[in-house]
């Protein structure tokens, strides 16, 4: 069973993708320092650190994305059998894949590109660069926040409660579904890690497309929020590239990962 994206969004992603390349870089300055001891990061959301844009100069999700599909359009026809033909993908590698794609917390979260890198992502070995991909997080945060509240949209296993590949958290039912936010900062990830990587693009961009889709196998999101994760991962990197603290970093994390890279290739 196969799950494609319409033409039109993979299209935006790769612009997404052409535009950061294109983007002005700054002299490198690291987030943490590269000391001899090991480096330490947050535990949590608690002590977790903040995004790089500030909340009145971000992109506003409510401003730019349309409204999920209306009830009983045929989009949203579409949505619900859907999520209904993914249950019969429960046993398969393919959802257990699914529910191990529910991580999204830093520092930790990242090593779901392991595969298509080429390498383990140990934190302790690229600080920068796992400082700079958890505050994306905080980055999304500011950018869909104004979408999911102001949308609202309930999650498919709350409008027909079906098997989900993992038992949801209290607090996910009473969140909105649109757009969907793991598949937003995955893509986001997908799209900074394959330029600093642009040998290993196409695995990474593939791996973060299914990240974004395990979102729908697993019944918690549907089809259509799921492509509106994807742009708004898009537009994350887009205002990302406009940052100079970001710029700074990008320059120090990808030579962490190009040594990380040779390192264990030997």
Aim: aromatic share 8%; hydrophobic share 40%; charged share 20%.
């Amino acid at each position: 069973m196969t799950f494609s994206l319409p033409a039109r969004l993979l299209a935006g992603a790769a612009l997404a993708l052409v535009l950061a390349g294109c983007a002005t870089s700054t002299e490198p300055t690291a987030s943490i320092s590269p000391a001899a001891e090991t480096p330490t990061f947050w535990t949590g959301f608690r002590d977790h650190p903040h995004g790089y844009l500030e909340e009145g100069a971000a992109p506003n999700a409510a401003n730019f994305l349309p409204p999920p599909p209306a009830p009983g359009s045929l989009r949203e026809q579409d949505d619900i059998a859907q999520y209904r033909a993914t249950r019969a993908l429960k046993g398969t590698t393919r959802w257990e894949q699914a529910a191990a794609d529910n991580e999204i917390e830093t520092p930790s979260a990242p090593r779901i590109f392991n595969e298509a890198l080429g390498i383990e992502f140990v934190p302790e070995q690229m600080p920068t660069l796992t400082r700079l991909l958890g505050r994306m997080l905080g980055d999304l945060e500011t950018i869909q926040t104004p979408a999911k509240r102001g949308y609202f949209r309930h999650r498919p296993f709350v409008v027909e409660p079906l098997e989900t590949c993992f038992t949801p958290e209290p607090w996910l039912g009473p969140s909105g579904s649109y757009p969907s936010g793991h598949t937003a900062l995955g893509f986001a990830w997908a799209l900074v890690l394959a330029e600093m990587a642009p040998d290993r693009a196409d695995q990474i961009l593939a791996r973060g497309i299914a990240y974004g889709e395990s979102r729908m196998i697993c019944g918690v999101h549907y089809a259509s929020d799921v492509e509106a994760g994807r742009i708004v991962g898009a537009v994350i990197v887009a205002a990302l590239k406009a940052n100079p603290e970001f710029q700074a970093d990008f320059e120090v994390a990808a030579e962490e990962l190009r040594r990380v890279r040779q390192a264990q290739a030997r």
